[in-house]
């Protein structure tokens, strides 16, 4: 349930962030696709992945930044 809330806060904050990072922008590009409830959920999800990676190999979690990327 906490996941699910957290997924649902970043995806409202990438709809006013002037840059988001590359995590939510691949939410708010299946929010469009799929609607809000299907994109929080699938977020919720990458969140809990991603979360367990971190813990499993006890490295600290590097943020990208999507401009970067494109």
């Known amino acids: 349930m906490l996941l699910i809330h957290g997924a649902r806060s970043a995806l409202r904050a990438g709809h006013v962030t002037k840059a988001p990072d590359d995590l939510r922008t691949w939410a708010l ?8 409830n299907v994109a929080a959920v699938a977020l919720a999800n990458k969140l809990a992945r991603v979360g367990w990676r971190v813990w499993r190999d006890q490295r600290p979690f ?9």
């Not at 590009?29 to 809000?36: F, S, T, V």
């Not at 590097?62 to 494109?70: F, L, M, Q, S, T």
């Open 62 to 70: 590097v943020r990208r930044d999507a401009a970067k990327e494109a």
């Open 29 to 36: 590009a299946l929010e469009r696709r799929k609607g809000h």
